[in-house]
Each structure stands twice: as structure tokens, then as C-alpha cells.
């Protein structure tokens, strides 16, 4: 359930990101949110051993890591978001644990 909660505010927040891009104010912790989700997400790929998602993951906190950015240019930023987005709303189907029967 945590991971859901997670994985949907990442969505918020790119989908935010993308509507306040001329803002610098957002940007930080924006990005903040996407890459902890991602690291979420990629850490629930690697106990799931998924690791196409591990790696698409990976991308994603790599592109929105607010320590060293990298400069998107809007359209960029657009395409960029939008996988990402992409990314988690799947994922909250595609990456569900499987319930173990004792």
C-alpha cells in the first residue's frame, strides 16, 4: 500500500512538474519526490528480479537527480516526464508483489 502511495505521488509530481516548468521554486523538490520514488520502485524491481525495470528505473533517477541535474530544454523536459509518468503508472500494475500462500 505504501508503495502505491509512493508511486502515485511521483505521478503528481511529474504531471505537476510539467504544469509549473517556468517555476524554479518547484524544481527541487519536485525532483526530490521522483527520484525517492524511483529509488522505491527500483529497489521493488530488484527483490522482484525485474531487472528491465530495475534498469528503466534506474534511468529515471538518474535524469531527475537534483544533485548533479541535467538541463532539459521544455520540450525535452516534456518527453522526459511523460515516460517517467509513464514508468510508475504502470508499474503500479505491472510490479505487484505475489501473495505468498503458508
Known amino acids: 500500500?505504501?508503495?502505491?502511495?509512493i508511486k502515485w505521488s511521483a505521478i503528481a509530481a511529474l504531471l505537476g512538474g510539467?504544469?509549473?516548468r517556468t517555476t524554479r521554486a518547484y524544481a527541487l523538490p519536485l525532483s526530490v519526490v521522483v527520484v525517492a520514488a524511483a529509488i522505491v520502485v527500483l529497489s521493488q524491481a530488484a527483490s522482484m528480479r525485474r531487472y528491465v525495470w530495475l534498469i528503466l528505473f534506474l534511468v529515471v533517477a538518474c535524469l531527475f537527480n537534483p544533485v548533479f541535474p541535467v538541463p532539459f530544454s521544455n520540450y525535452a523536459f516534456?518527453?522526459?516526464s511523460t515516460f517517467a509518468a509513464f514508468l510508475f503508472f504502470f508499474s503500479l500494475e505491472l510490479l505487484k508483489p505475489?501473495?505468498?500462500v503458508i
Open 1 to 5: 500500500m505504501l508503495t502505491k502511495v
Open 18 to 20: 510539467a504544469a509549473f
Open 78 to 80: 516534456g518527453i522526459a
Open 98 to 100: 505475489k501473495i505468498r
